[in-house]
């Protein structure tokens, strides 16, 4: 939509897809116990410890990284997620204004800029969200434990369902308990 069009008035837009449906009308889920298409040697790990950075855009939130960890602590996979075609990254200023406008809610906040993420940085991306799921589904198979942080926003952005899973959001809860998360930086 262009601005000043009927529905546009401030630029650039972001939205926030939760509920599970949308999302996967989106880009649909899969499982992890689904086969792992062939790339060459697979190695399936035991355990895994999952990070994904996500990014306001244009197109909403949007997975922009995914890094893998093995169980010796040897990155096994870390990539950046090559947009989809006319998706760009919001600037903080946007997402500020954007923010005001739903009263505050904090909740919803993932700042690019805590991130680290850069348009410049997602210009060395090959992968699209597809591309990142297949690499994935080489390590990660249905008996490979994930361990993370806040996994249920990992896996939602990955559109994956896993079922072996060691969250630290949820084995070390917020005083003040649920919907609250205690920072991974404080545990």
Not at 3 to 23: A, D, I, M, N, Y
Request: aromatic share 8%; proline share 5%; charged share 20%.
């Amino acid at each position: 939509m262009q601005v000043g069009s009927k529905g546009c008035t401030q630029g650039p837009h972001v939205f926030s897809e939760k509920v599970p449906e949308e999302l996967h009308r989106r880009h649909p889920f899969s499982s992890s116990s689904e086969p792992a298409p062939t790339l060459g040697e697979d190695v399936v790990l035991e355990v895994a410890a999952l990070d994904c950075e996500m990014i306001y855009t244009t197109g909403g939130l949007q997975l922009a990284r995914v890094s893998l960890v093995d169980g010796e602590g040897k990155q096994v996979f870390d990539e950046f997620v090559r947009m989809p075609e006319g998706v760009k990254v919001i600037d903080y200023i946007t997402r500020l204004v954007f923010y005001l406008s739903l009263y505050f809610s904090l909740s919803l906040i993932f700042p690019n800029r805590w991130s680290g993420i850069t348009p410049e940085l997602l210009q060395s991306a090959v992968l699209d969200l597809t591309g990142i799921r297949q690499a994935l589904r080489s390590f990660i198979g249905s008996k490979t434990i994930l361990i993370g942080h806040a996994l249920d926003n990992d896996l939602k952005s990955l559109r994956m369902v896993h079922h072996r899973v060691v969250d630290t959001s949820v084995l070390f809860p917020h005083k003040a308990g649920a919907p609250f998360r205690r920072a991974l930086r404080d545990l």
